[in-house]
């Protein structure tokens, strides 16, 4: 039986997500109880919450079947999170107990949990903007304490002013970060590849709008390997993977106060990427790739390799070529990478057609080792951490949003793309950061041989080897040729500058509702 | 001519008289356990191979996996202090030879990777850990062409206070198919035990049992419904290429199973072998795992001091020379290091297999070989070790089959009957190789 989830206590960018135009992230450095609780009372009556976003879930599933745009709202909404000395100020101590065994809350983002750069300067001299001393938000001398994640469709900020205002004024402070994400047309991310496409379904009902439903839909996908689904490729898992006091399996029944319920350990990270370098390198990289191996690799092409996607999302394991019409949303993760998958027909009748294996999955033909999506989501693999289900429990709730002007391609002499940042202001909800995000991050990403051997995550991963320097090293990765080359000497290449660059993040904890009211200062009506 | 090296081409015999002998005696105890295992397998499913016979013409496949035990991690799951307490144990197994009891120390670190943490007073701080993965079946080689040697590297690299006899064995104990007599080198003697580590205790962690999984896990196996099987943990349950509950067995098998028979219909079946020099290695320890009490990495104190990264024999924590804190200030994550198994937690293991087309077809599918079992209860699987039966072992009371679908078969007509009995007689022939671990 899976559990009755409270809608009205859980934050509504843990689930279902906010998929609003406009994020304006606000943080705050401020380790005084007493202020703290006010800011709390002020914030409690705007928090919004998991029924309200599903109401909004509602309005785009129905534009989308109707094939209108996204429907626009004008209500600002806000979900909240607490650094670990708010945690401590407000007198919340019990939140420690929640944390993993690694203590990554209480500890916080350090390189040994993330396996970023610690070096504060850059060869030249120049400060190390990796380093998370010279992070823009989060760093060591200006930890976040409150991090606030306002979420609209238009002027965000000038919507938010009152309400921040009123906090900051409680707070005695002004804000130490602050910054705005907006989605790019397309749902892209700043390399131009659509973003947010895969996440985990979540199992769960709640009862929205006077009606029991589940949390997420069921499309009528066979069960495989004991794995239910609720879009084929969308493996379903209890809540507890992500909420405190929410079960992990059928029949757990965790028990935990009512104010330590429904929370989520939250990472954030904000992710500079550079969209010019990435570019060149990977243009440059493709012509010496194809003299090597005297395959016509194309700079896009090597770019889809890198990610496992086309730029329109579709997956390398389902489309040899960018296909003319983009998957829809029932087909678009229906992949494996060892087994290929039979076609399928959904409750409401509609087909999802088949997907092919890889015929040489070690390797990574179709779909190389290194490919981002296989990176961190490795599907059927087994991997040095076990095999499917294992994979699974490892995958978080991904709420991240770009920040920055897009990169004007159309003329790359526009000062802009030098001169502003951009980048993804990375989002994600667990609950225990060690057994999912760190796994997905530092044992995958940044490794050259998990979870399968062959290369680094050429897009996203971080080489600081374990020299003394550092800074980041250059990220090596083999090349196969893509079916029907059988060549089982790859070609080994590297990517020697760092395309994505943490300047920020800190590991927070999402509260519930009945926490926020439970810690609020009681303040005059 | 081709000739297996010593694992991570080690050279503890360097201008030594006995080290052109032992070179060539390990060549061929090598080969001999290839060419013993493939001749093992069945005559229609012979993909594993040896370089004494073919060349290998692929590049290095590494199989990675985590050094910490998984069976142990599952039974202690949100509890690290007694996780790694549990690791740190050591057990007893009856190595006799003639019926009477000759109970011999070992880890139950059963990743092929095992550890042991110096402390410089008994329950005071930790001074060093030292890791090892090599095989028992090198230092018992080794001690046989020159004690003398290993009398060396053990005061070299265990403690200088290491006395020669420690080192004999004072009863004939058994190890695999043979037996080692008194006097000779003992593999689980006190300072590989209770005083430190040198190699590999745990029954399972053998270079032989290596070599063995990787052959049987060529042979690709069918499900009730005669569909492959190729998830990791239920190809791991039906066949018997080792334990289903560990990290390493599964991930090897699998990783060369998939790499010998891709899925896809038509694509052509690879020979498969292990590449020289055959034998499991440290990969290397995470990148920035070691921090001091900032969060910063540390530098110079795991280093590798028997073969390279990527190829490591034994690895060592200590605070390198002129170090201002002591391990007891270190941090793994953001914890105060205070056990051997924290380190393993970040630590990578490897192996590396090779290819060649060696014109084999694909292989039938082969029967199931054997089958798991768990609780009758809702966990998820991946939480639970499983009970590895025999297949005309049902499961025991209370339990049943983990994978319905690898339940055993029922009585079928001749044709399958047939079948089951090659298998019998295959399976067999493999329980000899591996009856010694």
């Known amino acids: ?525 | 001519m081709f000739k297996y090296s010593t694992p991570a081409g080690i050279d503890d015999l360097h201008e030594r008289p006995t080290r052109s002998d032992f070179l060539d005696d390990w060549h061929g105890s090598v080969k001999r356990d290839f060419l013993a295992n493939i001749g093992d397998l069945p005559p229609t499913h012979q993909l594993f191979f040896t370089e004494t016979v073919s060349p290998a013409t692929s590049a290095e496949i590494p199989i990675t996996w985590n050094a910490f035990p998984l069976s142990i991690s599952r039974v202690v799951p949100n509890n690290p202090i007694q996780r790694w307490d549990a690791a740190d144990r050591l057990g007893e197994r009856n190595r006799s030879v003639d019926g009477t009891s000759v109970l011999k120390k070992f880890r139950f670190q059963d990743e092929y990777c095992e550890w042991f943490a110096y402390r410089q007073t008994p329950g005071g701080p930790i001074s060093r850990i030292v890791f090892t993965a090599e095989a028992p079946e090198y230092w018992i080689m080794l001690a046989k062409h020159d004690f003398q040697a290993v009398f060396v590297l053990y005061k070299s690299l265990v403690s200088p206070e290491v006395q020669e006899h420690e080192l004999k064995l004072t009863k004939a104990i058994r190890f695999g198919n043979s037996v080692l007599n008194v006097g000779d080198y003992d593999p689980y003697n006190v300072w590989n035990t209770e005083k430190g580590v040198m190699h590999l205790t745990h029954p399972a962690n053998t270079l032989g049992a290596e070599i063995n999984l990787a052959a049987v896990a060529t042979i690709p196996i069918a499900d009730i419904d005669n569909n492959r099987v190729t998830e990791v943990r239920r190809l791991a349950c039906s066949s018997v290429f080792g334990d289903p509950n560990r990290s390493s067995d599964p991930s090897i098998g699998h990783g060369v199973n998939m790499t010998a028979l891709p899925t896809t219909l038509g694509a052509a079946a690879q020979s498969i072998t292990l590449a020289n020099p055959v034998a499991l290695y440290i990969d290397d320890i995470a990148n920035g795992a070691i921090t001091d009490e900032n969060g910063d990495p540390l530098a110079g104190w795991f280093t590798i001091v028997r073969g390279v990264r990527g190829r490591g024999l034994m690895a060592v924590l200590e605070p390198p020379p002129g170090a201002a804190i002591g391990l007891g200030q270190i941090r793994i994550g953001n914890r105060s290091l205070t056990h051997g198994g924290q380190v393993a937690e970040r630590i990578q293991m490897v192996l590396y297999g090779k290819t060649a087309n060696l014109g084999h077809p694909v292989p039938p599918l082969f029967p199931r070989l054997q089958h798991c079992c768990r609780p009758n209860n809702s966990a998820q699987v991946n939480i639970l070790n499983l009970d590895h039966e025999e297949l005309e072992n049902g499961c025991s009371s209370g339990n049943v089959d983990a994978f319905p679908e690898l339940r055993p078969d029922p009585p079928g007509p001749a044709a399958e009957v047939a079948l089951v009995a090659e298998q019998l007689v295959f399976r067999s022939s493999f329980a000899r190789t591996r009856s010694g671990l």
């Not at chain 1, 306002?150 to 309400?163: K, Q, S, T, V, Y």
């Not at chain 1, 066979?222 to 029949?251: I, M, N, R, Y």
């Not at chain 1, 991050?441 to 080489?463: E, K, S, T, Y």
């Open chain 1, 1 to 525: 039986m899976e559990p009755l989830l409270d809608g009205a206590d859980i934050q509504g960018n843990i689930l279902p997500g906010f998929n609003r135009q406009e994020r304006y992230l606000v943080g705050f450095t401020c380790n005084d109880g007493a202020r703290l609780k006010n800011a709390l009372a002020l914030v409690l009556p705007h928090v919004t919450t998991m029924l309200q976003a599903l109401d909004h879930r509602d309005e785009r599933k129905a534009a989308f079947v109707a094939a209108e745009p996204p429907p626009l709202r004008k209500d600002l909404w806000l979900n909240i999170a607490l650094g670990p000395r708010a945690v401590r100020a407000i007198g919340a101590d019990a939140v420690f107990d929640l944390d993993d065994e690694e203590f990554s809350f209480a500890g916080g983002m350090t390189p040994g949990i993330t396996g970023d750069a610690s070096a504060p300067t850059l060869p030249n001299g120049d400060p190390n903007p990796a380093s998370r001393r010279h992070w823009k938000v989060g760093s060591p001398s200006r930890p976040l304490d409150l991090l606030l994640i306002f979420a609209n469709d238009g002027a965000i900020e000038e919507r938010a002013a009152p309400l921040l205002e009123a906090i900051a004024s409680a707070l005695g402070v002004a804000p130490t970060y602050d910054e705005v994400g907006r989605l790019i047309p397309g749902e892209i991310e700043h390399f131009g590849f659509r973003d947010g496409i895969s996440q985990p379904g979540v199992r769960g009902r709640v009862m929205h709008q006077g009606t029991e439903r589940f949390v997420t839909t069921r499309y009528g996908v066979p069960s495989a390997h004991g794995v239910d689904f609720g879009k084929p490729g969308q493996p379903l898992v209890w809540p507890g993977q992500f909420l405190t006091g929410q079960p992990v399996s059928e029949g757990d029944q965790p028990s935990l106060p009512a104010e330590l319920t429904n929370g989520s350990f939250g990472v954030f990270r904000r992710l500079s990427q550079n969209v010019r370098a990435f570019y060149e390198d990977t243009e440059a990289l493709a012509g010496e790739l194809s003299a090597a191996t005297g395959i016509g690799l194309a700079p896009d092409r090597l770019r889809t390799l890198m990610v496992g996607r086309f730029p329109t999302g579709a997956a390398l394991m389902r489309h040899d070529q960018q296909p003319a019409q983009d998957d829809s949303i029932t087909a678009i993760n229906y992949f494996a990478f060892a087994d290929a998958l039979p076609e399928i027909t959904l409750t409401d009748g509609s087909t999802v057609s088949a997907a092919k294996a890889d015929p040489d999955v070690l390797r990574g033909r179709r779909c190389p080792v290194w490919a981002h999506i296989r990176k961190v989501n490795p599907r059927d693999l087994g991997t040095n951490r076990g095999g499917p289900i294992d994979t699974i429990g490892f995958q978080i709730l991904r709420r991240g949003i770009p920040f920055g002007p897009p990169y004007d391609h159309l003329n790359p002499k526009n000062p802009d793309n030098d001169n502003k940042q951009r980048g993804l202001l990375f989002l994600s909800y667990q609950r225990h950061i060690k057994t999912t995000f760190s796994i997905l991050n530092h044992d995958w990403m940044n490794n050259r041989d998990a979870p399968q051997g062959g290369g680094f995550d050429l897009l996203v991963g971080q080489n600081v080897p374990n020299n003394g320097d550092g800074r980041h090293a250059n990220k090596s990765a083999t090349f196969f040729g893509p079916p029907p080359d059988t060549s089982t000497v790859g070609v080994d290449f590297e990517s020697q500058r760092q395309w994505v660059v943490p300047t920020g993040g800190a590991f927070v904890f999402a509260p519930s509702l009945a926490f926020v009211k439970k810690f609020a200062a009681e303040l005059p009506s």
